[in-house]
């Protein structure tokens, strides 16, 4: 217990110290990685087709003027409970401002189908206007899709497990004005939808969890709440962070007069830093630290609500262990990643990756287990103009091995 605490101190330590050891020399960062660089003796996937189908490439003045940077992969995924999904996933990457005193905005677009029932259709965006004055924030997702569940807490062997099918809507929505340089506050809405909740289990969801809310067999579970929305952002790159540091705080509110049945309360506070360590700029040689703390302040958030490894707003903790493994009223994570290019051209690239979650037992409400993950990837530079990578990662856990294909680093 006690190593747990200290685990639990550290992660907490490693989210807070970047806000303040980093904001000296921030805006340095910010305004070297800004500006344009010449990119003629780096390689990516777009300069190989170029040259084989013998187009010309852009000039640095041309690269310089450029406004969007557009990336598409599709891929294969396994779907639980059996079966295979088609994914393709598209990722823009532009500038809704000077690019010198602008952050990259992002759009992501990621539908995918087995070719039956089973799809889902998520769109995200990072929006930064000009000049930075606002940050404006969207994640919409319709999903028809099933998922396993082992649970609250974290000590459940891996056989343990549940398949239930639901239908899901997210709508995430938020706006952020700076208050100051690299600081944002603003106010959001959040509305989750899990319709048809339902599983094969004899005594249903509930039975298997021994929790009372959103476990109903074939029930409805609808939340919808405001957000307080903090940010501190120094990156000026969020599909590929060199360097910068991120911290977000969000209080999200459901109230029973904007629809939820009953009213809940939840904390997310997600901190992460990127420390280049190549010597030469351009070089992709860095050490990533992700940290992140969710937690549920009262007693009867619906099931699905919870938070679990995998299911936090971006779902791209946990590689190598499965979607939702853990779920708990708490959960912490750390992560850390080392980045380095294997090519000096940068078209090749590898990562290796660790990390460690843990949730808050039902009985206790103590946090109990650590549970660990750990892999390594391959990274190919898709579009060098807005630093995108396409990541193969393998990762493992006890009990589960994976292997994942996206475009864009995890965090």
Known sequence: MHRLLRLIHLCLLLAIIPLFTYSQN?????????????????????D???SILKIKPKTLEEEKNKKAYFSILPTSGALPGGGN?????????????????????????????????RFGIPFRSNLWLANNTWNIKGDTHFMVYPQYTWGLGGGQPYEDKLLINYNYIRFYQSALKRIKPYFYAGIGYNLDYFHNIHTDYPTGLAGFTSYDYGTKESSNSFSSGITL????????????PIPGVYANLIYRINPTFLGTKTTWRS?????????????????????????????????HAPYLNLPSIGMEPQYKSGRGIEQSRYRGKSLIYLESEYRRDI???GLFGFVVFASINSVTEPDSKRFKHINPAAGAGLR????????????????????????????????
């Open 380 to 411: 190919v530079k898709f579009n060098k103009g807005s630093n995108t990578n396409i990541a193969i990662d393998y990762g493992l856990s006890k009990g589960y091995s994976g292997v994942s294909i996206s475009l864009g680093e995890a965090f």
């Open 26 to 46: 921030a805006s340095n960062a910010i305004a070297e990685n800004n500006i344009a660089s010449d990119t003629s003796k780096q390689k990516d996937l777009l």
């Open 48 to 50: 190989i087709g170029k």
């Open 229 to 240: 929305n903090l940010l501190y952002d120094t990156r000026n790159n969020s599909i590929n």
């Open 85 to 117: 999904i088609l994914i393709t996933s598209t990722t823009a990457g532009f500038y809704l401002g000077n690019r010198d005193s602008t952050y990259l905005s992002s759009v992501v677009f990621t539908p995918y189908w087995n070719f039956k029932s």
């Open 267 to 299: 904390i997310y506070f997600d901190a992460r830093k990127y420390i280049p360590l190549a010597k030469k700029p351009g070089q992709q040689n860095v050490l990533a630290v992700w940290s992140y703390f969710w937690t549920i302040l009262d007693n």
């Open 343 to 345: 090519t000096n051209n």
